[in-house]
C-alpha cells in the first residue's frame, strides 16, 4: 500500500475530488427526501409482505417494554427529515441526497434486488444462521466477532453483493430515514467547525463500510483531506466508488495513524456491533489518533435510557436482526467509556432511532 511522507498509509485525499453535492435550496431538499421516504417505506411495506410468512415462525423473547404510544414513532421519524431541512437551510452542509449517484433505473435495480435476498435473509434468521459469513473471510486476521451476518444478511461484511446492497437494506430498513439518522454527527461537527479554515483538516471516518457517511463528509468538508477506514476489503471498493476519497483497510483496534495526527474522526454506528471488551480499546485508539483539541463524531442507536417510550423497537432490534452485542451496548455508559480514554462530550443531538454526540479531546 502506497504511504505518504510520514511514512502513513496514504488514506487521505481531498474531498474536492469526490462527487459533488446537489445543491439545490432547501425545497428541493424537501422535494427529494419526501420522495425518497415514500420509495424507501414502500419497499419496507413490500419487503415485510415477501416475509411475513417466515417471520412469523421466528422464536421471539418476551418483550419487557410497553408498545410506542400511538402517534410516537411516525413523529420521530418525521422529525429526523424537519432537522436536517432546519441544518440545510442554516448552511451547516450541502443537500445531497444521492442525486449524483443515483439514476431511477439504478435504484429500480437496487430496490428488486433487495427484496430477492429478503427472502435469503429470512431463511437464515428462521434457522439462526448467523456464522455462515465465515466461508466468506479469505483471512484468520478478522477477528472472530467480525467473522458473522449481522442482520442475517447474506455474506456478512465480506462479498461484493454485500456491500453494493447493504445501503439500500437500511435504507428500507429505516423507511429512508438512514440519512437523515446518521447526518446528526454531520451537523454536530460542521456546527463546531462552522467558523474554522477547512484547508488542512484531516479527518478518518472510522468503520466506514460502504462509505455513506464518508460522502457526506465529502460534500461538507470539500477542501478538507478525508479518508475512510474499514476491515472489509469489499466494503472498501464500495466505500471508494461512493465517495470518491483515499480508503485503507484496517481494524479500529489497530488504527494505521500516528499519536495526534487527526483533527476529526468520525464513527458511525460502529460501536452496537461491538463485544464489551472490545469497546474500550477501540475508543482508546480513537483518542490517540487525535490532535488535542480534536473532535470525535459519533452516531450509533438510541439507548433506551434516551426514549423510553420506543424501548419496545429497540428491544425488537436484536430479535429479529442479528445482533449479538446489542444488548450489552444498551447498558453502555457511553460518556464514561469515552471519558476514560480522555474524550468529553461537548455537545449531543437525536433523531429517530440515532444518537449523535460530540466528543473532544482534551
Given at each position: 500500500m502506497d504511504q505518504d511522507q510520514a511514512g502513513e498509509p496514504r488514506a487521505f485525499s481531498k474531498a474536492s475530488d469526490g462527487p459533488k453535492a446537489f445543491q439545490g435550496d432547501v425545497r428541493t431538499y424537501r422535494a427529494l427526501s419526501t420522495v425518497k421516504a415514500a420509495w424507501w417505506s414502500a419497499n419496507k411495506a413490500l419487503g415485510r409482505a415477501v416475509t411475513r410468512r417466515d417471520e412469523g415462525e421466528v422464536e421471539v423473547p418476551a418483550f419487557t417494554a410497553p408498545p410506542p404510544p400511538s402517534g410516537v414513532v411516525r413523529e420521530a421519524w418525521l422529525e429526523a427529515f424537519r432537522k436536517e431541512a432546519r441544518d440545510v437551510a442554516a448552511g451547516l452542509y450541502p443537500?445531497?441526497?444521492?442525486?449524483?449517484?443515483?439514476?431511477?433505473?439504478?435504484?429500480?435495480?437496487?430496490?428488486?434486488?433487495?427484496?430477492?435476498?429478503?427472502?435469503?435473509?429470512?431463511?437464515?434468521?428462521?434457522?439462526?444462521?448467523?456464522?455462515?459469513?465465515?466461508?466468506?473471510?479469505?483471512?484468520?486476521?478478522?477477528?472472530?466477532?467480525?467473522?458473522?451476518?449481522?442482520?442475517?444478511?447474506?455474506?456478512?461484511?465480506?462479498?461484493?453483493?454485500?456491500?453494493?446492497?447493504?445501503?439500500?437494506?437500511?435504507?428500507?430498513?429505516?423507511?429512508?430515514a438512514a440519512g437523515p439518522m446518521r447526518r446528526r454527527a454531520?451537523?454536530?461537527?460542521?456546527?463546531?467547525?462552522?467558523?474554522?479554515?477547512?484547508?488542512?483538516?484531516?479527518?478518518?471516518?472510522?468503520?466506514?463500510?460502504?462509505?455513506?457517511?464518508?460522502?457526506?463528509?465529502?460534500t461538507a468538508f470539500p477542501r478538507a483531506e478525508i479518508g475512510g477506514v474499514d476491515l472489509s476489503h469489499a466494503y472498501l471498493c464500495e466505500a471508494r466508488r461512493r465517495a470518491g476519497t483515499g480508503v485503507i483497510?484496517?481494524?479500529?483496534?489497530?488504527?494505521?495513524?500516528?499519536?495526534?495526527?487527526?483533527?476529526?474522526?468520525?464513527?458511525?454506528?460502529?460501536?452496537?456491533?461491538?463485544?464489551?471488551?472490545?469497546?474500550?480499546?477501540?475508543?482508546?485508539?480513537?483518542?490517540?489518533?487525535?490532535?488535542?483539541?480534536?473532535?470525535?463524531?459519533?452516531?450509533?442507536?438510541?439507548?433506551?435510557?434516551?426514549?423510553?417510550?420506543?424501548?419496545?423497537?429497540?428491544?425488537?432490534?436484536p430479535a429479529f436482526f442479528h445482533e449479538p452485542y446489542y444488548a450489552s451496548?444498551?447498558?453502555?455508559?457511553?460518556?464514561?467509556?469515552?471519558g476514560k480514554a480522555g474524550l468529553e462530550a461537548v455537545d449531543r443531538d437525536a433523531a429517530f432511532l440515532t444518537k449523535a454526540v460530540l466528543f473532544r479531546r482534551g
Open positions: 443537500v445531497d441526497e444521492g442525486a449524483a449517484d443515483d439514476h431511477p433505473l439504478r435504484a429500480v435495480r437496487r430496490a428488486a434486488d433487495v427484496l430477492a435476498d429478503a427472502r435469503r435473509v429470512s431463511a437464515r434468521r428462521k434457522r439462526g444462521g448467523a456464522t455462515e459469513a465465515r466461508e466468506h473471510a479469505d483471512s484468520p486476521a478478522y477477528p472472530t466477532y467480525y467473522r458473522q451476518n449481522f442482520h442475517f444478511q447474506s455474506g456478512g461484511w465480506f462479498t461484493a453483493d454485500s456491500a453494493r446492497r447493504y445501503e439500500a437494506q437500511v435504507e428500507s430498513l429505516f423507511s429512508g454531520l451537523a454536530l461537527l460542521a456546527r463546531a467547525w462552522r467558523e474554522r479554515d477547512q484547508r488542512g483538516l484531516r479527518i478518518a471516518d472510522v468503520a466506514c463500510g460502504s462509505g455513506a457517511f464518508l460522502r457526506d463528509l465529502t483497510q484496517a481494524s479500529a483496534e489497530r488504527l494505521p495513524f500516528a499519536d495526534a495526527s487527526l483533527d476529526a474522526v468520525t464513527c458511525i454506528y460502529l460501536f452496537h456491533e461491538l463485544p464489551p471488551k472490545v469497546r474500550p480499546r477501540v475508543a482508546a485508539e480513537l483518542a490517540r489518533v487525535l490532535k488535542p483539541g480534536g473532535l470525535l463524531a459519533f452516531a450509533d442507536s438510541l439507548q433506551t435510557v434516551d426514549e423510553p417510550r420506543v424501548g419496545r423497537l429497540i428491544e425488537a432490534f451496548y444498551q447498558t453502555t455508559d457511553l460518556d464514561a467509556l469515552f
